[in-house]
């Protein structure tokens, strides 16, 4: 994959990272508690499988950079407290479910679902399992933090049926680690892996970080020649997002530690070339996965899609999220969570479904939706099938779009073809940009207009 540091320095601008279209800032307190119940009700005999998400907001220690909704305490009687909470929703919702339904998808995210005890673990799984009917070859996956983590942890997700993981690894690299207050040794890394390994675990992911203070091109080479030597299955790589406005904890970290824009830049391009030349493939995204993997497999034929989750090979499901901040989804309507433990406290033991905010969208969403979907998991556009599947005339409704690609192609990020849109080997590295030229709300006059992290 070929692409110059100036490409980088132009396509450096904000924008969304397209989890959902309408993306999360257009969510409104329209849209509440009755809302979400009714469209519950309303949509359960769509045809559409499940896919269940359950937000654990624990963590040991507070990572400076960390943008999730979390908390971080040693007061493990919190966690137990907020497991009857989500208790208490997943009661609601499930007795709103047509009990047919069938789950192909579990994820738990966080903060750090391991946090959770084993046995609390297991609890809870058994919990939604009790509820929900979840298939035999559902996709069950777990986000983990290495420090604070036993076999025990390992084994109790194996024996509920769990068959992901995604290790949160960041960067080796010692300084690195104490700057951000995630200290995790090579050591630790290597041999929590090996437990994975050893408990059967046949697709294991690990998360990577660039932008973070005192990261060079020399520093971060080690990690990812360490990390490769290990051979996990999957890597997704997130560009730091300092956003001190949002995330209050990101002021602990020094300003004039990240590294600059080119830094950056030169980290991005030594990562996909360090990642692709060891057989990966980049789906996009920051994500990368073995060729045979179902995820490169799903974008050949044309099957991924692409949620709150990230990239997934479970394109028509509904999701029904748990937890402090999670955000539901069925084709017409998202829901998001109330952020703040106390107040998922207080709705969730008054019997109300702790909705803070959502959006019904509109059938010009869907259609645009479709649009982003397409680029950022096919790589392209089919004109015809686009046009014939939402009656329109591709070029004329697309048209300012076109327009705009027109530059992005004498970049070679696209292809302007007369029967379809196509993402370029370089393009990859640009999704967002691509994407945002289908975006009918980045081009609305707004006063307070939602601020994004860089694309690049």
């Known amino acids: ?37 009714q469209e519950l009700r309303e949509s359960q005999d769509k045809g559409r499988d499940i896919s269940l998400y ?103 997700l194996r024996q509920s049926g769990f068959n992901r993981l995604s290790l949160g690894v960041q960067d080796l690299d010692d300084r690195v680690q104490h700057a951000v207050n995630r200290v995790q040794p090579e050591a630790l890394i290597r041999e929590v892996y090996g437990w994975i390994r050893d408990a059967g675990f046949h697709s294991v992911n690990f998360d990577l970080m660039v932008g973070l203070p005192h990261q060079t091109v020399a520093s971060f080479e080690p990690t990812l020649d360490k990390v490769i030597a290990m051979a996990p299955d999957r890597f997704a790589v997130f560009n730091y997002a300092h956003v001190p406005w949002m995330k209050k904890h990101q002021k602990l970290i020094q300003e004039e530690t990240l590294p600059q824009l080119e830094q950056r830049l030169a980290l991005q391009k030594l990562t996909l070339e360090k990642l692709t030349a060891a057989g990966y493939v980049y789906i996009g995204m920051d994500h990368f996965a073995r060729p045979d993997d179902e995820l490169v497999k799903a974008q050949r034929e044309k099957t991924l899609y692409r949620n709150f989750q990230g990239y997934t090979t479970h394109k028509d499901c509904d999701i029904l999220a748990f937890g402090a901040s999670a955000i539901s989804q069925t084709d017409d309507v998202y829901a998001q969570n109330v952020k703040v433990l106390s107040d998922y406290r207080r709705m969730t033991s008054a019997g109300k479904l702790p909705i803070d905010r959502g959006l019904r969208i509109t059938r010009e969403d869907k259609l645009r939706r479709d649009a982003i979907t397409r ?26 779009a076109l327009e705009e690609l027109k530059e992005m192609q004498a970049d070679g990020l696209v292809a302007l073809e007369a029967d379809k849109v196509r993402v370029t080997e370089t393009g990859r590295v640009f999704l967002r940009n691509i994407a945002m030229a289908f975006d009918s709300y980045l081009h609305q006059q707004a006063a307070d207009k939602p601020r994004y992290s860089k694309t690049v």
Not at 7 to 29: D, N, W
Not at 67 to 95: P, W
Request: proline share 6%.
């Open 54 to 156: 359950a937000h654990i907001p624990f963590c040991d220690t507070l990572c400076y950079y960390c943008g999730c909704n979390m908390i971080a305490t040693k007061d493990y009687s919190k966690a137990e407290s907020y497991l009857q909470d989500l208790f208490r929703e997943i009661d609601h919702v499930a007795a709103l479910i047509n009990p047919q339904r069938k789950v192909r998808q579990l994820h738990w995210g966080g903060g750090t679902p391991t946090y959770l005890k084993p046995d609390d673990l297991r609890r809870l799984y058994d919990y939604l399992a009790g509820k929900f009917h979840i298939a035999h070859d559902a996709e069950i996956g777990c986000e983990m933090d290495p420090r604070e983590l036993t076999r025990d942890h390992i084994q109790a």
């Open 1 to 37: 994959m070929e692409f110059s540091t100036e490409l980088l320095h132009k396509y450096c601008k904000a924008g969304p990272r397209y989890t959902s279209y309408p993306t999360a800032p257009y969510f409104h307190e329209g849209f509440g508690p009755a809302q979400w119940e």
């Open 375 to 400: 680029i950022m998991c096919d790589l392209e556009l089919d004109k015809a099938n686009f046009g014939k599947s939402w009656h329109i005339d591709f070029d004329g409704y697309f048209g300012p």
